[in-house]
């Protein structure tokens, strides 16, 4: 029967018919091999606007649509998306090097509509049940989480990740594990099984804004040699003619679901995306890959102490932080002169899959109010690390950085010091940032943007309040380790959909200009 439907996609499309008319091939609660592939089919009519219908006898269980990053994982991707291409209606697996996103949804679901208003019984069974599969590095994956968010849709689709990146961080926290995949039909096949039973899991989302001076001379968008990450855009500039703001300030706007941190680890980041952009071809092995980054993590000195690498300045020479609970104030962050590298984390995966904050012990819980970390909670875990040997700490059993405070909200404010740069990394994509020259001060402010849903597996590490399972308060900690003091266009590589994204109501965002 697949076969069949396959036909009438690349010939031959007969007219719409009620889907009401025909009985299904088989039981729906356990397909067989042969048919296992149209519990995610989805006709031409669906996808594409002003197309006839097809005859389609079976309703999907899970209709998916694919978005595969083609230049993720080396050579995989592209193998993946003719895999996926050969087992699906092609029309339903998007390169995103060809084609945005917010492009596909945007007319995929006006289209949806259209066919609903029209009568067409297949078209709210499809969206009831959609699911969208990405492939691609924690980046691609953020992409499109910031897709789904900012397009306000009636019924945002759940989402599963299938790793093709370095660290691949945000699918390791769902179960998806974190090595790079097969290609092959049986691979595609058993990870389309893992798709129909995964269970759905609300995450938080987090709005960043940031904003600085424009350089005094040259042009800026952004500000040169600033290469700022797909998920951050500029969304207000003043200009010197503006005569009612005449400090000319640039703010941009972003979003993360993983993590956001400054320091030792986004400097060694930054020095491993800028190799694999100047040499691409030598980035193509997952492992090649871990050992080249392991590499740089020595030569960046963040095995050895300050002095040697004055480049990699404490936390607290660089910023002033402040965090913010919630309904509560203000409040300044006290962060050991000892700190080089600060994590605001929201899922239990960090580098590599590592667990920064594990979970508190019995003692933490009463006398500091910290918890384990939840993924819809409201709350970012803020972690500190001293150096690589600390981070080794994360290798151990129940080992965890310095844990400095679960926050609603917080502030970083650099102001003039002596360096002139600061090293940012927001969910695996890092960026270079110019400091103040001058006594001005650059603001990073992060604050919880609303929730998505991702879609888990049985070997899912992440974690919800509303899991009855997971313990609260017995001590896992025991003695707490390590916690002494311590290419699309660009105009698509947005949060996102760009043009349709909202600041939370309740960010107050005058007193950044």
């Keep these: 029967m697949f076969a069949q439907i396959s036909h009438y996609s690349n010939g031959t499309i007969p007219r719409r018919l009620s889907i009401m008319q025909y009985e299904p091939l088989m039981d729906d609660s356990n397909p067989e091999p042969d048919n296992f592939l149209r519990e995610f089919y989805i006709p031409d009519y669906i996808l594409l606007p002003n197309s006839e219908g097809e005859v ?7 209709p998916v649509i694919v978005f595969i990053n083609s230049k993720s994982g080396g050579q995989l991707g592209g193998a993946l998306l003719i895999t996926y291409r050969s087992l699906l209606n092609k029309n339903q697996v998007f390169d995103l090097l060809e084609e945005a996103p917010d492009d596909v949804l945007r007319r995929l679901y006006l289209n949806l509509e259209k066919l609903k208003l029209n009568g067409d019984e297949l078209a709210p069974k499809i969206q009831e049940r959609l699911r969208i599969i990405v492939a691609g590095g924690d980046g691609t994956v953020s992409w499109l989480l910031g897709v789904v968010s900012d397009l306000k849709l009636s019924q945002p689709p759940p989402i599963a990740p299938l790793p093709l990146g370095t660290g691949n961080n945000i699918p390791f926290a769902f179960g998806w594990g974190k090595k790079n995949p097969g290609t092959d039909h049986h691979f595609v096949e058993s990870f389309l099984r893992q798709v129909i039973e995964a269970k759905e899991m609300k995450i938080d989302s987090w709005h960043l804004l940031m904003r600085m001076r424009a350089p005094k001379q040259g042009f800026c968008e952004p500000i040169p040699p600033l290469e700022l990450p797909h998920c951050m855009h500029a969304f207000r500039q003043i200009s010197l003619t503006d005569t009612p703001n005449m400090e000319d300030y640039h703010t941009f706007r972003g979003g993360f679901w993983n993590y956001f941190s400054m320091g030792m680890d986004a400097q060694v980041s930054y020095a491993f995306h800028s190799g694999r952009k100047l040499h691409p071809d030598k980035f193509k ?3 090649v890959n871990q050992i080249t980054y392991l590499k740089i993590v020595c030569r960046q000195g963040w095995f050895c102490a300050y002095p040697f690498y004055p480049s990699s300045r404490n936390i607290a020479q660089l910023a002033k932080v402040k965090f913010m609970k919630k309904n509560g104030e203000w409040q300044d ?3 050991s002169r000892s700190i080089r590298s600060i994590v605001c984390l929201n899922l239990p995966s960090f580098s590599g899959g590592l667990n920064p904050w594990g979970t508190p012990s019995t003692k933490k819980k009463l006398n500091r109010e910290l918890t384990p970390p939840y993924v819809d909670d409201g709350l970012l875990e803020i972690v500190g690390f001293k150096d690589a040997w600390h981070g080794l700490v994360l290798l151990c059993p129940n080992g965890h950085g310095t844990r400095l405070a679960q926050a609603h909200r917080i502030r970083f404010e650099f102001h003039k010091g002596s360096v002139d740069h600061a090293y940012m990394r927001i969910d695996g994509e890092p960026w270079k940032q110019p400091l103040p020259v001058d006594d001005d001060t650059v603001v990073v402010e ?17 974690k919800s309040v509303h899991d009855q399972l997971m313990p609260t308060n017995h001590d896992v900690d025991g003695e707490d380790r390590g916690e002494d003091d311590d290419s699309v266009g660009e105009e698509q590589r947005k949060f996102g959909a760009a043009d349709t994204f909202k600041i ?4 107050d965002i005058s007193h950044l200009f």
């Design 285 to 287: 092995n997952q492992l």
């Design 504 to 507: 939370p109501h309740e960010v």
């Design 446 to 462: 992060i604050s919880h943007h609303g929730q998505l849903t991702m879609l888990a597996t049985p070997k899912c590490i992440a």
């Design 56 to 62: 389609l006898p079976h309703v999907p269980r899970c």
């Design 333 to 335: 962050l006290h962060i």
